[in-house]
C-alpha cells in the first residue's frame, strides 16, 4: 500500500498511520492492501483463540468490499464500525448483514462463513470485530 509515497508493508505501519489520523481505506490499490489492512486490525490486540481474531478479519474484509464498490458509501474505518454496530443491534442479525452485502458478490462471499455461525458465535464475531475497531 502506498501512502503518500511511502511504502506501508506491515500491520504495525498500518496501525501507525491509523492512529495517526490517516483512513488507510482511501488508499486501497488492491486486494493485497484489503488484506493488509484488515490483518493489521484484526491482530492488533490477539484474542486467547486466534479463530476470532481469524473471523473479525474476514468479516472486516466483507464490510470493506462492500464499501469499496458502493458509490454512495463512505469510505472510512468508522463507517464500517457503524455497519458493526447496525447489526448487533438489529433484531435479525444475519438479514441485516446478508441485505447489507447481498449484491456485492465478493463481501457476500467473505461473509459465509460468519453467516453460517452458531448464533452465539455469530454473535461474538460481530461483538469482537467491534471492540476492535473501537481500540484502533
Partial sequence: MKVDEKVISTEQEVLELIKGGTNPLEYIESERDIDLICKAIANAE???????????????????????????????????????????????????????????ESARVLYKPVEIASDKNHDFIFETLNTKLSKI
Avoid: F, P, Q
Fill in 46 to 104: 490477539k484474542s486467547e483463540d486466534t479463530y476470532w481474531d481469524d473471523m473479525a478479519d474476514i468479516l472486516l474484509k466483507s464490510i470493506i468490499y462492500y464499501l469499496r464498490d458502493k458509490e454512495d458509501e463512505t469510505k472510512t474505518l468508522a463507517r464500517c464500525k457503524e455497519i458493526v454496530e447496525t447489526v448487533i443491534a438489529s433484531d435479525d442479525k444475519r438479514k441485516t448483514m446478508t441485505d447489507l452485502v447481498g449484491a456485492n
